[in-house]
């Protein structure tokens, strides 16, 4: 098992290479807007974009660019500077990266304990008025897309232009650091519209499978030794149905952790989301790098989570 | 003797999309105390259904089920749901087909059998695996103190069979349902397992109601044998008697259609024809006629009753055909007559004139 872990962690390393010099290549080598006529502004004259460019290093050959960047990403873990902020992307991103978590965590937890409680239920009164009620509304949830429920859940319930104002609106977030209260007024919306279309796939996964467990023999022994349809349910089936949801889940949180981009731009939370959304439409280079490789870092090392976590569900599963 | 279950005129109808499958047609036998029944059929005979109906594990919306179970004088069948979980796995136990599937696989061996002495036993967790190493070792597991913290997949499939019926004798029970207990496994390991079963049955004194489409495995272990067809009782006889003196059609089809030692090496297996019937749609008359050999026209209206035949109260079968031209057609049979020479030689086309077409 050590073997195996230490062999995956040196496959990070790597993957966060390769995802690197992808990224680098995309959006330096491909034709986008150019950043130094960006940064030139109004008044451009081909001069400034010249000495801008120069300033920027974007006039070296690409080789040594991507040279550069990685030499200072190794030795001083520098992502950079952004030309849209002119500050280190690093700071940027740390100073990002609590919304991010509070906005994912706090939208994950929801979506687990709707989704696993729903799915459960469903399953259990299968064919019920309650089991067909809860899963129609799941494939709505899933169909929603994240940015029509975040408009149409401001437009119903934020204080500043809602029917009934209940919760904080757009561009309401606050750190937790500064004021808890209204931190968590400012992100129930937010975690809802997120957790909605999660929870919704949760509770269908869950449902099929809890489902088909409870078809399965070793259920049918459960039951023959005469134990409480509870323990029979929760202990041996339940146990058996979510082991496939901590594959998904982990890596859900692992994408989210990167950035809800969709989420944080309608509700303008200012997380990693927002921060890539915003490099990408101003071809701020240094930033989208960053946040790509913040996101594959996040999304490889929940794999590695989930796959550690699968051998101690899963006694079957073994690791060489 | 003394019956500890007697099953009267049981019913299991299933409601399906298909329509309603009648899987259990009206059986009634009796088990006693400390005797097997084995319970011969194939596969969709309702032989299985009728084991899961006792222990309650058929109760379900889609399911009617009528007649009575009754351990020692209690009706199961009109027992709570409460009331049938107290008696699963503690007076009756029953062990599966498939050993790796009936296990569960997260769950270490030992733990799963600790489970099943704590849900009948107010014991400590302490007591209940004193309790299941020494159930581990009483089914002949190696080493139960070390294997008791060994997974399913770590068993073979022998000793997840023998880890399955130590887990059904946590509670010492007055009955054991066999469930096609040796179907998944090797030949080798399914003698051991039949001879395990049996030493069982002699040092703790259960009955036991083995369930098997193999006349083979239900001969090594059965006292009595019913075999049963569409769901139900055609034939049921104590094991020598079936043997020496099968009275049924579909039995002497059962017993021509497997390898035996007292029959020349040259003489062929002959497989029953046509396909079993279907449960939606029970052929009418006797469910058996569409794909017997001695059928006649009459056959496809009356349904036979299970009854005893003359001169011998314990064997009981439900054929139309007469004891005597039965009597005799088995006895052509055994001399090696197809059934075509066996139906001619013993009359039975004389018995009714051919319908005027």
């Known amino acids: 098992m050590a073997r195996y872990i230490a062999r995956r962690l040196l496959w990070v390393v790597v993957l966060l290479f390769l995802v690197s010099l992808l990224t680098f290549l995309i959006f330096y080598a491909l034709p986008s807007a150019d950043p130094a006529a960006l940064r030139a502004g109004r008044s451009a004259n081909p001069k400034l974009i010249e000495r801008i460019r120069t300033d920027l290093g974007l006039d070296k050959p690409l080789l040594e660019q991507y040279w550069l960047y990685m030499k200072a990403l190794i030795t001083k873990f520098d992502l950079g500077t952004s030309y849209q902020y002119n500050a280190p992307v690093r700071q940027l991103i740390f100073d990002r990266l609590p919304a991010t978590i509070s906005l994912a965590v706090g939208a994950a937890i929801l979506w687990l304990v709707m989704g696993v409680g729903v799915g459960i239920i469903a399953a259990l009164r299968r064919r019920s008025v309650l089991d067909r009620t809860t899963m129609g509304l799941a494939l709505f949830g899933i169909s929603a897309p994240v940015y029509f429920l975040g408009l149409v859940a401001l437009y119903l319930f934020a204080d500043d232009i809602g029917v009934i104002p209940l919760f904080g609106g757009s561009n309401s977030y606050k750190p937790l650091t500064d004021d808890p209260a209204a931190w968590l007024n400012s992100l129930i919306l937010p975690w809802i519209v997120l957790a909605v279309s999660f929870a919704a796939f949760y509770s269908r996964l869950l449902r099929g499978n809890l489902i088909e467990v409870m078809g399965e023999d070793y259920i049918r022994t459960a039951r023959a030794k005469g134990l409480s349809e509870r323990r029979v349910v929760f202990r041996h089936g339940v146990r058996s149905a979510i082991t496939p949801i901590v594959t998904v889940f982990g890596l859900d949180l692992g994408i989210l952790l990167g950035g809800a981009i969709l989420t944080e731009t309608v509700f303008n939370i200012p997380g990693i989301g927002r921060l890539s959304y915003d490099a990408i439409t101003r071809s701020d280079l240094p930033t989208i790098q960053g946040t790509v490789l913040l996101g594959a870092f996040f999304i490889i090392v929940a794999n590695l989570l989930v796959d550690i976590a699968y051998a101690f569900l899963d006694p079957r599963v073994r690791y060489e | ?357």
């Not at chain 2, 059929?41 to 399911?63: C, F, N, P």
């Not at chain 2, 059965?222 to 104590?238: F, L, Q, S, T």
């Not at chain 2, 008359?285 to 001169?311: D, K, M, N, Q």
Request: charged share 25%; with cysteine.
């Open chain 2, 1 to 357: 003797m003394t019956a500890l279950l007697e099953v009267e005129d049981l019913r299991v109808r299933f409601d399906t999309e298909d329509g309603v499958v009648h899987a259990v047609d009206g059986i009634s036998y009796t088990v006693e105390v400390g005797r097997t029944l084995g319970i011969v059929g194939e596969s969709g005979s309702g032989k299985s259904v009728e084991a899961l109906t006792i222990m309650g594990l058929t109760r379900g919306r889609r399911t009617a089920i009528e007649g009575a179970a009754r351990l020692e004088g209690r009706d199961l069948l009109a027992a709570s749901d409460d009331e049938l979980r107290a008696v699963r796995g503690n007076d009756v136990a029953m062990i599966f087909q498939d050993p790796l599937s009936s296990l569960h696989p997260y769950f270490r061996v030992g733990k799963q059998i600790v489970e099943a002495v704590q849900a009948h036993r107010d014991v400590s967790k302490a007591a209940a695996r004193d309790r299941t190493v020494e159930l581990l070792g009483l089914v002949g597991i190696p080493d139960p103190a070390r294997r008791v913290d060994d997974f399913p997949h770590e068993f073979s499939g022998g000793m997840r069979q023998r880890a399955m019926i130590a887990m059904a004798l946590a509670n010492d029970p007055k009955l054991l349902i066999a469930d096609e207990p040796t179907t998944a496994l090797d030949v080798t390991v399914q003698a051991q397992i039949l001879e395990l079963m049996s030493r069982l049955q002699r040092e703790l004194g259960m009955a036991i109601i083995i369930i098997s489409h193999d006349l083979g495995v239900v001969a090594e272990t059965a006292d009595e044998i019913a075999v049963m067809y569409a769901g139900r009782i055609v034939e049921r006889a104590p094991t020598a008697t079936l043997f020496s003196a099968p009275r049924h059609p579909y039995t002497w089809g059962l017993l021509r259609s497997i390898p035996r030692l007292d029959v020349p090496r040259e003489a062929d297996l002959v497989p029953i024809a046509g396909r079993p019937p279907s449960l939606i749609q029970r052929p009418s008359g006797c469910a058996f006629h569409p794909r017997c050999p001695y059928a006649l026209p009459s056959h496809a209206v009356t349904v036979p009753p299970l009854e005893a035949i003359e001169g011998d109260p314990a064997h009981h079968v439900a054929c139309l055909l007469p004891e005597a031209v039965r009597a005799a057609a088995e006895a052509r049979l055994r001399a090696g007559a197809t059934p075509q020479e066996a139906r001619a030689a013993a009359g039975v086309d004389s018995l009714e004139p051919e319908p005027a077409s």
